[in-house]
């Protein structure tokens, strides 16, 4: 028997649109650009040939379009893992619930997400204008332990030498490590992007070492994350989306990866706040290769 989910559950509304993204099932294409910045969608589907359909509420602006005849869609998530959570689960919802009876369907629809996101460098191999594609991603925002079969997914080995290292306050959440989709890596990631392992945070401030008039619980939090090895991995960067992006893709058996451009270099204390116009080339070249 198939599971049918309740209106509480997978909410609908009056049009037929899903909840959250005022998205029809219709208007989903199987290559998914998520985005945190609404104005991003529009720098992304410029690139398109044509546009098929453009949708926007609250933050979540949508459009689905062709590129080069692939049939994209590109989605803004705003920003953090808490939103992720309502965008995979509703595009998932899209492609693999039958909206009229409320069913999943029979035949799974797999789709392929790649964020382009903005991000701040841990490493000195990593300056701003560094284009990050995720390899891993440790979730410091807890979402995907919140799912069955989260350890199966997950690279406990990893986990427990990083908890380890950092001799882990456990009033926080635990952090999961979750991989992106190794051959959507190589194709994307190619050979002009630096392979990398993020550090997804539930915050910009304090959860990223940042300290502004509240002193941190950790001060040596940044060192011991820019110091730690493991099996050859260093963490080169945190953003705040990728985990949640990473685990919830594996858990749906879809396909995710994230990568970012370095905008704030966290070791050398620098920043590119203006960095808008330097974003196109890594749109157009996941553009080019989802
Ligand atoms: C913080 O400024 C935001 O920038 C990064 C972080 O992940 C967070 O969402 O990504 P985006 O530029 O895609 O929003
Ligand atoms: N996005 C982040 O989450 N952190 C940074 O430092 C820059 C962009």
């Not at 869609?73 to 009229?100: K, M, P, R």
């Not at 594609?133 to 080995?157: Q, W």
Request: proline fraction near 3%; include cysteine.
């Amino acid at each position: 028997m198939s599971k049918y989910f309740a209106p509480s559950e997978l909410i609908i509304n009056q049009d037929g649109s899903v909840f959250h993204l005022h998205l029809h099932p219709e208007h989903l294409a199987d290559k998914v650009i998520l985005v945190g910045d609404p104005g991003r969608v529009s720098q992304v589907s410029s690139h398109f040939e044509s546009i098929e359909c453009e949708v926007s509420n609250r933050e979540f602006k949508s459009v689905t379009g062709v590129y080069k005849g692939k049939r994209i869609t590109v989605v803004s998530t705003g920003i953090g893992c808490d939103n992720i959570d309502i965008v995979v689960n509703e595009l998932d919802a899209l492609a693999n619930i039958d909206f009229e009876t409320r069913e999943e369907k029979e035949n799974l629809r797999q789709l392929t997400f790649v964020r382009i996101g903005t991000c701040g460098g841990l490493q000195e191999y990593v300056p701003t204008g560094t284009y990050i594609a995720s390899e891993k991603s440790i979730g410091f925002d807890g979402l995907l332990n919140f799912y069955a079969g989260r350890n199966e997914a997950c690279d406990l080995e990893f986990e427990a030498a990083f908890k380890k290292h950092m001799n882990w306050n456990e009033l926080l959440c635990t952090p999961y490590v979750i991989d992106a989709d190794k051959e959507l890596i190589e194709r994307v990631a190619a050979d002009d992007m630096v392979k990398g392992v993020t550090i997804a945070c539930g915050g910009f401030f304090g959860p990223q070492g940042r300290e502004l008039r509240i002193p941190l619980a950790d001060p040596n939090q940044n060192k011991k994350i820019e110091d730690f090895e493991y099996n050859g991995y260093r963490i080169t960067n945190f953003e705040m989306e990728s985990s949640a992006l990473a685990g919830l893709a594996k858990l749906m058996n879809h396909k995710a990866m994230t990568c970012c451009m370095v905008i704030a270099n966290r070791r050398a204390k620098e920043v590119n706040a203006n960095y808008k116009n330097s974003i196109d080339g890594l749109i157009e070249r996941v553009l080019d290769r989802i």
